[in-house]
């Protein structure tokens, strides 16, 4: 960043945050303020300004790379409490996938970009690493973990390649970097209340300081709790959160920053579905909970709903799945000018998880002769890190160079626990004790993972319309795990994987340009090389892509030749910035290789699963955006994208060769369509956004899909003047898939099979209505 737009900020910083959380928001959907300097065009858009209402109009204007930047009070318009990388999904390219209306149940959260799935992107908080953002998390968090989203300031999505800077082991493809807001220099407060469909009910609180001394100290602590039900079944989804930040200015040049972050949850599943079921048992099928007698029963293959209809009916008579998590999450940024020309910036931060989850399975009776028992998973998360970077002004050069090093020890276990006779106890809820006095624990395994990142690149601007920038990443990865415990008669009576691996690369290079040929016309262009490191998850797991999955024999056989994942990204476009339209057109190549995939079958309780190399893959898309503002108060957005991602080559597996070459990518649409229109007046703003997904293929081999299906929302918004102490009332309103579209949200969750069907997909919720009621005083 330059040492003129760094010293513009600490102005802010010391004087005006209130203008800078300004800034931060507008109408709809993506941030259009103007920004006041000129930055490096390799790592921040700059924006339009522009009296209409906000909609998706921010293509990332001076980038070398695609970049859009997603603001607070675009989240803010989504309910309270829905999940951020939700309100991403308007973003073109951009897929999520939830089965909840807030996608806040993570076992069903997953987004993809360009074809690439979450596992495969960067997310930071703040610089701050979050992981992969899967289920079982091995490296970070989910971001609804890491920060409230009444929190966050603003979000940068980089759809092709995230930058050479970002604090990632798995940004094969886009990043993702969330910003939390800074404290206002005014003492004041928010309070909001939230409540609708399913007996939701969402509490936040946050109180600022204001600045407390002639230093300029100032900070901000909020609490969140949310609680509702699920929309089909019984069960619940309860979340509590607090978070705080504290800014020092030291000096007019430095600031030190602290953010902490607290946030405990327990949730419900739903019964994940197979093609089978959704036409023999419908889209409400359910977990038992709390009928402990029938989930009992049909564990003695009695059963009282109708599962005989189904293939098989026993792999679809739960009595209920459930997760508990609980987090801590802290950061300290040091932020200032060394000279005129140099700027220095680390972080120094540490995160601690804990919790369990929890699945009643028929399939492993208790020695009590109880025919079913509870399969417990306990996670546990420690790590800490340093993030340090020098950035150097030097004529038409800006030079950054920087440092990434994280400890991360991961500890996992599954065991077992009686479940009692009938008429001798129930289960009752799971989440309200850890299950214990275990009969068997099939595995318990630790992991240390060391990772070191070094970056250097250099942003040249050539002529005032000619950007070049060029750099590189050299990345090491060294991850070994050993087992603690582990029983081979539960666990097919094989001995579970154990070893190190390493995923190094010393040079990761990326090369990008913007040539502003016109006024208000720019063409963009960026090259990147990329690589991720090995996931971790414990042995016969099915829900990351994890060579320690395999047991003693099959990972010793691969553990000398397996190779980390790898592809080069190539993306290029025309951007057009003007105040009555602002354009995009994209146009992106992958070449993926070593591509790991989780091959999956069997019941999904105790599933058989393989990770295996699926060679090569090829990518070609093309996104065509665009945001016109017809008159004053109105702007209608709409974006296109097609994504056609297939495997580079044939599989060998035991029944013989798998005819995988050409076919495409299972759980990411081909085509999207993104339409959205916003409509400001005075205090009144609104708007309604659709959007349409393409079928979705099942099966590697895809001759198992999902049909596509279009789904609306609509949000309304009214802000009154002041009443008395308080200084804004605002009522909101939130109408989330307004037509009621029957349609399947999160497929894959359990891994995709070879071919055929599989119980791996989850129902999207019906329409659901939210209101909220928010003072500020």
Same mark, same amino acid.
């Given at each position: 960043m330059f040492p003129a737009l760094r010293r513009c900020l600490r102005v802010h910083l010391l004087g005006s945050s209130a203008m800078l959380a300004g800034l931060g928001g *507008?109408?709809?959907?993506?941030?259009?303020?103007?920004?006041?300097?000129?930055?490096p065009a390799s790592t921040t858009a700059r924006t339009l300004t522009t009296t209409a209402p906000e909609t998706v109009s921010v293509y990332g204007?001076?980038?070398t790379r695609q970049l859009t930047s997603v603001s607070a009070k675009t989240i803010q318009a989504a309910a309270p409490g829905t999940n951020p990388l939700k309100v991403l999904a308007q973003l073109p390219g951009v897929n999520f996938q939830s089965a909840d209306p807030f996608g806040a149940y993570?076992?069903?959260?997953?987004?993809?970009?360009?074809?690439?799935?979450?596992?495969?992107?960067?997310?930071?908080?703040?610089?701050?690493?979050?992981?992969?953002?899967?289920?079982?998390?091995?490296?970070?968090?989910?971001?609804?973990?890491?920060?409230?989203?009444?929190?966050?300031?603003?979000?940068?999505?980089?759809?092709?390649? *995230?930058?050479?800077?970002?604090?990632?082991t798995s940004n094969l493809g886009g990043a993702v970097q969330f910003y939390s807001a800074d404290p206002t220099d005014k003492y004041g407060g928010t309070l909001e209340q939230t409540f609708g469909?399913?007996?939701?009910?969402?509490?936040?609180?946050?109180?600022?300081?204001?600045?407390?001394?002639?230093?300029?100290?100032?900070?901000?602590?909020? !609490?969140?709790?949310?609680?509702?039900?699920?929309?089909?079944?019984?069960?619940?989804?309860?979340?509590?959160?607090?978070?705080?930040?504290?800014?020092?200015?030291?000096?007019?040049?430095?600031?030190?920053?602290?953010?902490?972050?607290?946030?405990a949850l327990k949730q419900f599943? !739903?019964?994940?579905?197979?093609?089978? =079921?959704?036409?023999?048992?419908?889209?409400?099928?359910?977990? =038992?909970?709390?009928? =402990?007698?029938?989930?009992?029963?049909?564990?003695?293959?009695? +059963?009282?709903?109708?599962?005989?209809?189904?293939?098989?009916?026993?792999?679809?008579?739960? =009595?209920?799945?459930?997760?508990?998590?609980?987090?801590?999450?802290s950061g300290l940024t040091f932020d200032t000018l060394l000279t005129n020309s140099l700027d220095w910036k680390s972080t120094i931060y540490g995160h601690g998880d804990n919790g369990y989850s929890t699945w009643t399975t028929p399939y492993t009776p208790s020695p009590n002769g109880a025919p079913l028992s509870i399969r417990t998973m306990q996670p546990a998360i420690t790590r800490y890190g340093l993030l340090s970077a020098l950035s150097w002004d030097i004529g038409r050069h800006t030079i950054e160079s920087g440092i990434w090093y994280e400890y991360d020890q991961f500890t996992e276990s599954r065991y077992f626990s009686e479940a009692p006779l009938l008429g001798q106890g129930t289960l009752g809820d799971p989440n309200d004790h850890t299950p214990d006095h275990p009969f068997a624990v099939p595995w318990a395994e630790v992991w240390n993972t060391n990772t070191v990142q070094y970056h250097l690149?250099?942003?040249?601007?050539?002529? &005032?319309?000619?950007?070049?920038?060029?750099?590189?990443?050299?990345?090491?990865?060294?991850?070994?795990? @050993?087992?603690?415990?582990?029983?081979?008669?539960?666990?097919? *009576?094989?001995?579970? *994987?154990?070893?190190?691996?390493?995923?190094?690369?010393?040079?990761?290079?990326?090369?990008?340009?913007?040539?502003?040929?016109?006024?208000?016309? @720019?063409?963009?262009?960026d090259v990147s090389h990329n690589m991720r490191g090995y996931p971790e998850d414990g042995y016969s797991t099915n829900s990351s892509n994890t060579p320690w999955s395999a047991n003693e024999t099959a990972f010793k056989q691969i553990q000398s030749s397996i190779k980390p994942e790898t592809d080069w990204v190539y993306e290029g476009g025309y951007r057009l910035t003007t105040k009555p339209f602002i354009g995009l057109l994209s146009l992106y190549h992958v070449d993926f290789s070593n591509r790991l995939q989780t091959i999956s079958f069997g019941p999904v309780i105790n599933p058989t699963t393989a990770v295996q190399n699926v060679g090569g893959v090829t990518t070609n898309g093309v996104e065509l955006s665009g945001t016109f503002y017809p008159v004053r108060h109105l702007s209608i957005y709409n974006s296109i994208s097609y994504n056609r991602s297939t495997f580079d080559n044939d599989i060998a597996t035991s029944s013989g060769v798998d005819n995988l070459r050409g076919k495409s990518i299972p759980n990411y649409p081909t085509l999207m !369509?993104?339409?959205?229109?916003?409509?400001?007046?005075?205090?009144?703003?609104?708007?309604?956004?659709?959007? !349409?997904?393409?079928?979705? +293929?099942?099966?590697?081999?895809?001759?198992?899909?999902? &049909?596509?299906?279009?789904?609306?929302?609509?949000?309304?918004?009214?802000?009154?003047?002041?009443?008395?102490?308080?200084?804004?009332?605002?009522?909101?309103?939130?109408?989330?898939?307004?037509?009621n579209t029957r349609y399947?949200?999160?497929?894959? @969750?359990?891994?995709?099979?070879?071919?055929?069907?599989?119980?791996?997909?989850?129902?999207?919720?019906?329409?659901?209505?939210?209101?909220?009621?928010g003072v500020t005083f």
């Amino acid at each position: 960043m330059f040492p003129a737009l760094r010293r513009c900020l600490r102005v802010h910083l010391l004087g005006s945050s209130a203008m800078l959380a300004g800034l931060g928001g *507008g109408v709809a959907h993506a941030q259009t303020a103007s920004v006041a300097s000129p930055t490096p065009a390799s790592t921040t858009a700059r924006t339009l300004t522009t009296t209409a209402p906000e909609t998706v109009s921010v293509y990332g204007q001076g980038s070398t790379r695609q970049l859009t930047s997603v603001s607070a009070k675009t989240i803010q318009a989504a309910a309270p409490g829905t999940n951020p990388l939700k309100v991403l999904a308007q973003l073109p390219g951009v897929n999520f996938q939830s089965a909840d209306p807030f996608g806040a149940y993570e076992w069903s959260a997953r987004l993809y970009i360009r074809g690439f799935a979450q596992t495969q992107l960067g997310f930071t908080l703040d610089d701050i690493p979050l992981g992969d953002q899967a289920f079982n998390n091995y490296n970070g968090l989910s971001v609804t973990r890491a920060i409230t989203s009444d929190n966050v300031a603003r979000a940068n999505v980089s759809q092709g390649s *995230g930058g050479l800077a970002i604090a990632s082991t798995s940004n094969l493809g886009g990043a993702v970097q969330f910003y939390s807001a800074d404290p206002t220099d005014k003492y004041g407060g928010t309070l909001e209340q939230t409540f609708g469909s399913n007996d939701t009910y969402r509490t936040f609180i946050r109180l600022q300081s204001g600045i407390l001394n002639p230093t300029g100290t100032k900070f901000y602590v909020s !609490y969140a709790h949310t609680d509702l039900d699920k929309w089909k079944g019984a069960g619940y989804n309860e979340s509590d959160q607090v978070n705080l930040k504290l800014v020092q200015p030291i000096g007019g040049v430095s600031s030190l920053k602290l953010f902490f972050d607290w946030s405990a949850l327990k949730q419900f599943d !739903y019964q994940d579905e197979s093609l089978d =079921y959704l036409q023999t048992l419908g889209g409400r099928v359910d977990n =038992y909970y709390p009928d =402990y007698t029938a989930a009992y029963h049909a564990a003695q293959g009695i +059963y009282t709903h109708g599962e005989t209809r189904s293939h098989d009916p026993l792999d679809v008579s739960y =009595y209920a799945g459930t997760a508990k998590r609980q987090d801590f999450l802290s950061g300290l940024t040091f932020d200032t000018l060394l000279t005129n020309s140099l700027d220095w910036k680390s972080t120094i931060y540490g995160h601690g998880d804990n919790g369990y989850s929890t699945w009643t399975t028929p399939y492993t009776p208790s020695p009590n002769g109880a025919p079913l028992s509870i399969r417990t998973m306990q996670p546990a998360i420690t790590r800490y890190g340093l993030l340090s970077a020098l950035s150097w002004d030097i004529g038409r050069h800006t030079i950054e160079s920087g440092i990434w090093y994280e400890y991360d020890q991961f500890t996992e276990s599954r065991y077992f626990s009686e479940a009692p006779l009938l008429g001798q106890g129930t289960l009752g809820d799971p989440n309200d004790h850890t299950p214990d006095h275990p009969f068997a624990v099939p595995w318990a395994e630790v992991w240390n993972t060391n990772t070191v990142q070094y970056h250097l690149q250099d942003t040249w601007r050539v002529l &005032p319309s000619l950007t070049l920038n060029a750099g590189f990443r050299s990345l090491v990865i060294h991850t070994g795990n @050993e087992a603690t415990a582990q029983d081979p008669a539960y666990n097919g *009576g094989a001995q579970i *994987g154990t070893g190190a691996l390493t995923a190094s690369n010393g040079f990761l290079p990326q090369f990008s340009a913007n040539w502003r040929f016109a006024r208000h016309q @720019e063409f963009f262009a960026d090259v990147s090389h990329n690589m991720r490191g090995y996931p971790e998850d414990g042995y016969s797991t099915n829900s990351s892509n994890t060579p320690w999955s395999a047991n003693e024999t099959a990972f010793k056989q691969i553990q000398s030749s397996i190779k980390p994942e790898t592809d080069w990204v190539y993306e290029g476009g025309y951007r057009l910035t003007t105040k009555p339209f602002i354009g995009l057109l994209s146009l992106y190549h992958v070449d993926f290789s070593n591509r790991l995939q989780t091959i999956s079958f069997g019941p999904v309780i105790n599933p058989t699963t393989a990770v295996q190399n699926v060679g090569g893959v090829t990518t070609n898309g093309v996104e065509l955006s665009g945001t016109f503002y017809p008159v004053r108060h109105l702007s209608i957005y709409n974006s296109i994208s097609y994504n056609r991602s297939t495997f580079d080559n044939d599989i060998a597996t035991s029944s013989g060769v798998d005819n995988l070459r050409g076919k495409s990518i299972p759980n990411y649409p081909t085509l999207m !369509y993104k339409g959205s229109i916003a409509y400001q007046i005075g205090r009144l703003d609104a708007h309604i956004d659709g959007n !349409y997904y393409s079928h979705r +293929y099942l099966s590697y081999l895809n001759d198992t899909s999902v &049909p596509g299906y279009f789904i609306a929302s609509l949000g309304a918004r009214y802000v009154l003047g002041e009443h008395g102490p308080l200084s804004r009332i605002t009522l909101q309103l939130n109408a989330y898939n307004l037509f009621n579209t029957r349609y399947v949200a999160t497929t894959g @969750e359990n891994g995709d099979p070879i071919s055929g069907d599989y119980q791996s997909f989850l129902m999207g919720a019906p329409r659901q209505f939210f209101g909220s009621v928010g003072v500020t005083f």
